[in-house]
């Protein structure tokens, strides 16, 4: 244990033990707080805005993650200067450097572990090619080798067979480095159709120790597309940890797209957002379905983490993160009576919370665009999108929705 209760041990040796706790999605807070542009969802701010970066891992670290990332998301080369985005003049080498240089800065200290981490490519989507795909994350990974960091996530593969391929490129390239791989992919498949059970096998055999689901969808979904993994890694005869990073956001509607397919997505999400006490619910079902590395992607802020560290208590040594809501037991201290009388965990475990929206709908209709890679509306390059590529877009929905009174 570290001085503060934190359980200590390297990546694997933690995983042993019980559970190991991530963080968040970092793109979707820090474009909360203005230091991230949505649509590219690049990671420059590593450079532009590094003090607020860096206290973003010092909330979560402070939430109770054991595991911190380097804010890598889609920082390679190709992602960086995709569709006339500018962020590729700080170079990815300078990007994922500054990155890791912020994280070991908060993590070491506090006794956690630091992560790199990879994710789908501009690359693949247009070229389809292996080489030409490992060749690209590579340029990242020799950050992450000179940086000695504790463990790789790959994570927010749509496709299964690019996340076999950044896997066998970390196993090539930094050989003894756990490995872990996570899809955006629901119960049922991949976008190309490949089963998730059958996803998970093929994560294992290329080489990752652990699998699992991250992003697109709710944590119960998730944890159902990870069961649906744990299965088949078992009847494979194979051995694996696994691992779950959800949205922060009710997604039942959601299609195989996941929330990029709703229309709220991505600046309307807000009334989705999951409580606190439904990320206790999360926890719970995670680490009874065997699910060992359990964090959280987009929507999730460190309020969501500290709950997930609160119901798990137990299972990780009876260490606390600071300022526990306890259920509610803080409330007590209250002034009002009615809200002292809220001090409790049946009050909030039953609790079905409002909108307060009049006349909202409680569920979208998705997009449903039911295209993949290999289709030319998503081959990327690095001109700015054109006039005609969005026309192009429009046309393929009104004849795609045609007879059918919406165009969304």
């Known amino acids: 244990m570290s001085a503060d209760g934190r359980p200590t041990g390297t990546f694997l040796e933690r995983l042993e033990k019980g559970p190991v706790l991530c963080d968040g999605g970092f793109v979707f807070a820090l474009e909360k707080r203005g230091y991230v542009e949505a649509g590219p969802w690049t990671p420059e701010a590593v ?23 380097a804010f890598t998301f889609y920082a390679s080369e ?27 800065e908060v993590t070491y200290p506090a006794g956690g572990l630091v992560a790199g981490g990879l994710s789908q490519t501009p690359t693949y989507l247009t070229t ?30 749509e496709h299964v067979e690019e996340a076999e391929w950044h896997v066998e ?42 699998v699992g689901v991250n992003c697109h969808f709710d944590p119960f979904r998730c944890i159902a597309a990870v069961k649906k993994m744990v299965d088949a890694v078992k009847e494979a005869g194979l051995n694996a940890h696994y691992m779950v990073q ?65 119901e798990l208590s137990a299972e990780r040594g009876g260490y606390l993160p600071a300022n526990c809501s306890k259920w509610g ?10 809200v002292r009388n809220r001090s409790n965990r ?5 609790l079905n919370p409002s909108t307060g929206r009049p006349f909202s709908a409680s569920l979208s209709k998705p997009s449903q665009w039911g295209i993949t890679a290999g289709d030319d509306l998503l081959k990327q390059h690095t001109e700015e999108t054109t006039e005609a590529e969005l026309e192009a877009g429009t046309k393929f929905l009104i004849a795609k929705h045609k007879g059918r009174g919406c165009v969304c």
């Open 346 to 350: 049946e009050y909030w475990e039953n």
């Open 169 to 210: 490129a970390i196993k090539e390239f930094m050989p003894g480095t756990p490995v872990c791989a996570s899809l955006a992919i629901n119960e049922e498949s991949d976008v190309h159709g490949v089963p998730t059970g059958e996803c998970g096998v093929r994560l294992v055999k290329a080489g990752a120790d652990v």
């Open 47 to 69: 450079v532009e805005h590094p003090e607020a970066v860096k206290q973003l891992h010092r909330e979560f670290i402070r939430a109770g993650s054991d595991v911190c990332q």
């Open 128 to 157: 389809l090619d292996k080489q030409v795909v490992k060749d690209e994350v590579k340029k990242q990974l020799q950050v992450f080798k000179e940086q000695n960091v504790d463990l790789m996530i790959c994570e927010y593969y």
């Open 78 to 104: 190709d992602k960086l200067n995709n569709r006339g985005h500018g962020a590729g003049k700080h170079g990815v080498y300078g990007i994922n450097k500054a990155a890791c240089e912020i994280v070991k």
């Open 246 to 310: 959800p949205l922060g956001y009710w997604t039942p509607d959601a299609g195989v797209q996941g929330f990029i397919d709703l229309p709220e997505f991505p600046f309307a999400l807000e009334a989705r957002i999951m409580t606190r006490f439904d990320m206790a619910r999360y926890a719970r079902e995670a680490w009874d379905a065997g699910i060992r590395f359990i964090g959280g992607c987009c929507g999730y802020e460190p309020y969501h983490i500290r709950a997930v560290s609160e």
């Open 329 to 338: 037991a803080c409330l007590a201290k209250h002034t009002k009576p009615w």
